[in-house]
């Protein structure tokens, strides 16, 4: 008998929740078996649920996720017996010496810990770029006419690894610092990485966070079902309908730089944000709500990030769960080293209150946003990224007092609705530029399609051969359109901290199924799929 | 207990209500004609809805290699024949099924050939889940055509007028030479089937045997997509289902593809040339199984005159050659046989 | 407490420190941001704020900062 298909995996197309396979084969067959099952069984079931989900989706790759767990869970009790050693060791002694032996534990945690980010660091830089790095070295020793070229490997790699990775690190570092208890229980580990949702496009969760209620997961409620399944329905609105349709325009304009002028780059970059944001967060409802029928809550990962007012405020709102990582496992520990703080305070009395903190922290900064813009991918064009938001974020602390000043002078109300939407606007337009770079197939093809917003801005291309050329057609971008202005009523009213499935389920029920019928409709008619369209991946998956 | 089961039926009446939701509203969806504005997709495949009933004898399913090595009016003009190319691009076999059903509506052909490239080729269940509903919710498939929604359509029954001049044939020029090495090179390995295509294979054998027609898989020459592996595999099924296999790829059918003309994408696909040789073989295998008549002087087939006519203008003005007939092609080719002996 | 918030609007102006609840989470104050308080705050109150304090729910209020310091003077 064949047996290579439990090697491979036989489910590679339900990396999207909104695939037929998941929606309508693989999560109802599992809320039957999770419903069915006694109420002590139901975490495992789960636990068994998610690995056969990272088998079907990675096949063999499963390995890398069980070896993961393992080494955080025997890391973690290391460090929890090293506190205990420690605690006990500093007990009876007087307060001079206690410091000493408290330095002398904390070193040999410091050690554990550091093993553990060199087990997964480790695994990603090999997995995940290594074929970058030896490429580029490849690419410099050719330009000095070395002969010597290395071996580029390629490896498979698991879903999902970019995601748990981040989820194992963080749960090692919380137990070093004492803000969760090492966990005995492998079990409740190894579900904390994979629960299937959000293994393949995050939220990023802490072990604080989810572990326990994911263990103490009970019986599916019927508010819970409906509310998830609601969710669930509004992302896929997001992606089938607006994502998936822009899709061809977006592929079209990046994959032929040379080819548009400005006009079309602006369209074409303008509407790739859009569809990021529709992907991503639709895929996000996607996940939450499909957490939430298992009475899971999940972190938020969106909070309507274009009502920003400010870049730094945009990564705050938009992939929040990975920004918080970045922020409390790289930018806090790195300026709260005894270096950096020595750093800033002689920095202060030279620069001053404002300006002083601003060099560890643009070194800080500089640390998260080349991490931030590698973790999306192995490409220079990542690392521009990165680099890109780098400087505006410092930049703007930088000016802060300055613009403070101007806008004194000018009688401008800085908490106004205009200066707010001026504001909002700025950000977007910045937000926008940076996701250029983001997509493009290279740096040099970003500063093609750049350049050319400026060098050749025009719209002599916008006439009746446009739309055919970039596939699509004028009613596509009207029903986006329509459909943005739902999901931006939608955004107003959440902004505003009205629930909308709560103020649904307080209605007559003829209300509240008409209003469904129509959600449902029009996904069914205006959705891009079936004939003449091809499935789109989600796009946070491939990172 | 008792609210569990109040909420399983609300649930149940919930999907019956959007179940029959979406049956109604596809009433607005179908198209109402079969005009390439209409249809929009493979609307050249659909062309036999508007064709006479019971008149085409003959239904060749495939993917894209059918449309492009097998031309119906060619073999209209030899042997009076009539028959159909139902093929689509990247066509798989769920599609294929869906085909067979629809043109049996109105034709009784009693033959069915069917082209192997699709048989072997993978589809994945996301595909199934999508659209196997479709033939009951035809929403699911024509849904993007709310572009079009006019509101007088909503009250009119569909009406097919749009003939295919070429029957589903699709006229190719463009020559780009091939290359042929490793072109089935002999192998005993077998090319992987998976379980789903072989139960959509027994679902079209035992449609075509319910009604009556005589299936027939035909491989037809392409150097990209066949090769010795998925000849093995193709011999081995025709065996066990006990239906004909014609192999055009292997020498002993002498359809002679010269791979440097006869092909207009590097070997992937057969251009009008390489199409010729290919419908005068399967066209003589056709007539020999006396099985098929010849229409060429009966009543109501006049319209196929009218697609030769054009055929053989099209061949004039892209190819600025005249069109010769596959009786002319043999005369000649057994006067140069003594000559060159 | 006065000095605390002297030093808040300091770093960062127009935001009501008297009454704001949400300092990080309803993003009044940015990472950078955190960072001058840190510093500051070490220095007026010699204390040292290790990494592990930095989280939302010692800085989302004038108040909740207040009672950290005190905390990490006693330690």
Redesign the interface.
Known sequence: MDLSFLLAGAGKTMTSFFSMTYLFVFLPVCLIVYAITPKKAKKYVLLAESLLFFWLVSGVLVAYLLLSAVSIMCLGLLIGKLQEKQRAAVKELPKEEKKAVKQEFIKKQRAVVFLGVLIHIGLLLVLKYSGFFLGNINTLLAAFNCPVEMYVPSFAMPIGISFFSLQALSYIVDVYHGLVKPDKNFARLLLFLSFFPQIVEGPICRYGQTASQLWEVGSIKYRNLTFGLQRILYGMMKKLVIADRLDPLVKKVFDEPNSFDGGVIILAAVCYTVQLYMDFSGSMDAVLGTAEIFGIRLPENFERPFFSRSVSEFWKRWHITLGAWFKDYIFFPVTSAKRMKNLTSSARKKLGNHFGPLVAGGIALFCVWICNGLWHGAGWNFIFFGMYHFVLILSGNIITPASKKVLQKLHINASGLGYRVFQIIRTTILVIIGELFFRANGVGSGMELFGRIFTDLSFRSFDEFLLPRLGVDIFDLSICGVTLLIVFAVSIINEKGVCIRETLAKRNIVFRWCVLYMLILFIVVFGAYSFGYIPVDPMYAQF | MK?TIK?TFKGIL?TL??LA??WS?SWI?IPRNNTQDDW??DYTANGFLAEPDNSLDVLFLGDSEVFSSINPVRIWDSYGITSYCCSTGKQRLWYTLEYLYDFYKNQSPRVVVLETDLILKYF????L???AP?HYLP??????R??KFSFDEVFRTPQYTYIDDYKGYHFYSDIDAADEEGYMEKTDERAYISKMNRLYLNAILSCCNRNGSKLILLSTPSTKNWNMKKHNRTQQLSEELGIDYIDMNMPEYSVDIDWSKDTKDKGDHLNYYGAVKVTDAIGEYLNSLGILSDHRNEKGYAHWKDSLDKLKSDVKNKLKTEYVSAETKKNQKDKEVPENG | MERLIEILEDIQPDVDYENCTDLIDGHYLSSLDIISLIAELEDEYDITVPAVEIVPDNFNSAEKIMRMIERLQED
């Not at chain 2, 929403?139 to 993007?144: A, E, G, Q």
């Open positions: 609210e909420n919930f209500i959007l939701l979406l509203v969806f929009k997709y994945s269940i996301d595909d889940i999508l659209h479709e929403v699911l498939r024509y849904h993007d709310w572009k």
